[in-house]
């Protein structure tokens, strides 16, 4: 079992930055993938950056290429998201996500039906 709890969304103004943390608990933790969705107004949760349960692989979707940077904290049990760049069509409310394994897998990419946990979800506004 897993819990994860998001923090970290806000109000900023376009070029701005964020740093998005979820801190989860459970001893799955260290097999799992992990992964940063989001979902606008009227849209789909799509999935935006995810990590590798050792850190060593990451995945991004096009938009976020180069702007946003995805890390994990092993010894801490939590992972980041750091938002840079920001531009008013990453307002969104974003999710952490875990896709639990039986072993360290090298994925990094998931879909959001592949998520076994979910965070409570974080509200970003970034404004124009």
């Known amino acids: 079992q897993v819990q994860l709890v998001d923090s970290g969304g806000g109000l900023v103004q376009a070029g701005g930055s964020l740093r998005l943390s979820c801190a989860a608990s459970?001893?799955?933790?260290?097999?799992?993938?992990m992964g940063w969705f989001r979902q606008a107004p009227g849209k789909e949760r799509q999935f935006v950056a995810g990590v590798s349960c050792s850190g060593g692989r990451t995945d991004y979707i096009d938009s976020v290429k180069g702007r946003f940077t995805i890390s994990r904290d092993s010894a801490k049990s939590t992972v980041f998201l750091q938002m840079d760049s920001l531009k008013p069509e990453d307002t969104a409310v974003y999710y952490c996500a875990a896709r639990r394994f039986d072993y360290c897998s090298s994925s990094s990419y998931f879909t959001r039906d592949d998520a076994d946990y979910w965070g409570q979800g974080t509200q970003v506004t970034v404004s124009s």
């Open positions: 459970g001893r799955t933790f260290s097999n799992s993938a």
